[in-house]
């Protein structure tokens, strides 16, 4: 039998009542292989019916060949990559999305496909992580989030002594974890967001297992979520909910365009963020795609770390939580704060090549070397570039900076025209005794091995089970106590759920119990 038909046949046995509410259709499998494997798959009223060819009128159509259905659902072929790449074709791809939510992910070991062991043959793991000193230490965060901006700022938190329980449905957990590159059996990205973290796997849309989550949060002095408004609403789980509970928790919602604003429905990423404040157009003389993540990191990771520790302060006087909005439209606006004040200072729209600090002086630029690498010199002040002219010998240039713009972009060319005289690294050596604001533009290779990011310890290093040395960031930010702690990586799904039941005081027959029937993992 291929494996393709197991994994069509094991889909009514991970099938999610509790995600299906609302929702009918039809899907046509067809799969190509020697003979065609052919299903049909309903989803009515709650109930999902698999048949063997294909009937009724579908609302959607799977086609791909049956090695790669295999790949994708097995994990080493991501859905995004096959869609994208046309090696699986998906004839509405909303049907699609919502079909895949209402069942359980397919597991290699066959019992996980099928009916849920006996209590007796549930093993547990108990975790004993080492203790992170640090500010936070004592404060207990359970996090929702997932992707890039709340799961960076959490880590950061973590770092700084704060517990942080992920929280995850067993099969809908954080899909960073599948995403490309990976190393050995996750994504580098889950690495690189998740470390100092426990992990613990509830179904808390099991009314049974909300009860345990609520149990936890019970404990907890913050939680964050990341997901569209009304999303927590329809989990049981909303700040009105759980504020009636638990007054004295901190309630952290990311949204892309806050929980209350007009545009708090309209899906968006990162791109469409910093389009919207201002910082696409600021970035180059053409609006151009960054090669880096702003508004998930400046406007959601750091907005919320700032927002989580100012609730905390603030909680201490009042002795009661709030609910806390960080909508990264505006909390990435200060971004562009300058060009914000300059642009009510002229009538014309600002170009970006004609701000000060965008490009348009000789001395505050970038330029590229003879080697084709890239420096940046940012002699803003003229003291710094007066001490780069006379490096050069170039005192003709001094006054420029105060000349007119056709002066000013006469002498950026000349300065381009003498960085590409020399390879980078040769100018960098030549400069390096004169105080004139020079750096290297370096890329994200040199990046890891910058002897100043060293020197700073900005990287934790730790060993993935394939032997790999993987780098994780650390928070940038250095408190005294925090030098001689041990940090782990990134947990596996659910690594920490019986330890963390276990220290609520659930029995191990209670653990087990709960995940003999899916409520756990």
Known sequence: MHEAIRIIESIPNRFRKEKAADFNCTMHFELENE???????????GACLLQKGLHNKPDCVVSCTADDYVAMETGSLQPQEALMSGKVKVSDIAVMMQFVKCFKRYDTTTASNHNFGTEESVELKYVQRPEIKGPLRGVRIVDFTR????????????QLGAEVIKVEDPDNPDYVRTFHPRLHDYSAFYYALNACKKSCCINYLNPEGRDILFHIISTADVLVEQFRPGVMKHFGLDYDTLSEKFPQLIYVSITGHGSHSSRKDIAGHDLNYIAESGLVHMNGNTPTLPGFQ???????AYMAMHAITTALFQREKTQKGCHINVAMTDAVLPLIA????????IQETLKPGLFELGGSLPNYNIYRCADGKYIALGALEPKFWNNFCDAVHKQEWKKCIIGSQEEKTKVIQEVANLFLSKPRDLWLDLLKSTDCCISPVNNVQEVLSYDYYDEQNMFIENQIISCKTFKTLRHPVKFNDTESNSYWLAPYLGEDTASILSSLGYEEKNIKDFKSKGLVK
Request: net charge negative; proline share 11%; charged share 5%.
């Open 294 to 300: 702003a508004a998930d990191v400046a406007g959601g």
């Open 147 to 158: 992707l890039l901006p709340g799961p960076l700022a959490t880590m950061f938190l973590a």
């Open 338 to 345: 300058l060009p914000l004040a300059a642009q009510q200072c």
């Open 35 to 45: 003979e065609p494997i052919l299903y049909t798959v309903n989803i009515l009223n």
